[in-house]
């Protein structure tokens, strides 16, 4: 998570402060891929790009489709440049540029994860092991921790094998940490997936 933090410029759920038109380079989980034409008969594709704090809309037409081969695939970890548009009522889509699966290496991982160390001060922890992030897991945390607001600031930490990643979430998913959060989450992730800092 960190290494995909370092080769963009802004946080998916940063792009609504932006102005349509910017360029713009963010990383995410690659979701609802639907494929079309336009009325020209070219073809172009939708697709929402996820994060664990918001999502946005992806819109790629043919020249960039031809250009990314296999890069468009379903719950694939991707990095995208290209230009925003900012539609009515505010939502985010992104005019894709290019599009590329992250895969980083060894030593960007350890360096991103040293840049990104974090002491929180207080608030809690929500543990997901690598394996199990999707969408619909991404989602349905999103709507647990919006289900109990409070003023406990939330870190995810993110397991993959014995290493494991640590995402300060945003001031809008601070949880109130009480029974019900940690029986929901235990729910969802298992026991022991919600810990309450020192």
């Known amino acids: ?23 713009v380079t963010v990383g995410g989980l690659l979701t609802k891929i639907a494929r079309m034409r336009t ?20 819109l790629i037409f043919a020249r960039t489709l031809e250009s990314i081969g296999d890069a468009l ?43 990104a160390v974090k002491e929180p001060a207080g608030g809690v922890f929500v543990v997901i092991d690598n394996a199990e992030l999707s969408r619909e897991k991404l989602d349905q945390l999103r709507t647990v921790l919006t289900g109990h607001p409070g003023d406990s600031e939330v870190t995810v930490q993110i397991r993959s094998g014995s290493a494991s990643r640590a995402v300060l979430l945003g001031e809008e998913l601070r949880v109130s940490a009480d029974a019900g959060l940690r029986a929901e989450l235990e729910a969802l992730l298992g026991p022991g997936s919600l810990a309450e800092a020192a």
């Open 73 to 115: 695939e379903a719950d694939s970890v991707v990095l995208v440049k290209g230009k925003l548009d900012i539609g009515d009522g505010g939502r985010v889509t992104v005019l894709v540029s290019a599009i590329k699966p992250f895969n980083p290496t060894a030593e960007e991982i350890a360096s991103a994860d040293l840049a």
């Open 39 to 58: 009325k020209k008969g070219d073809p172009m594709a939708r697709a929402v790009l996820e994060g664990i704090e918001a999502s946005c809309d992806l």
């Open 1 to 23: 998570r960190a290494a995909l933090q370092a080769k963009c410029d802004i946080s998916i759920a940063e792009l609504a402060t932006r102005n349509g038109g910017d360029a």
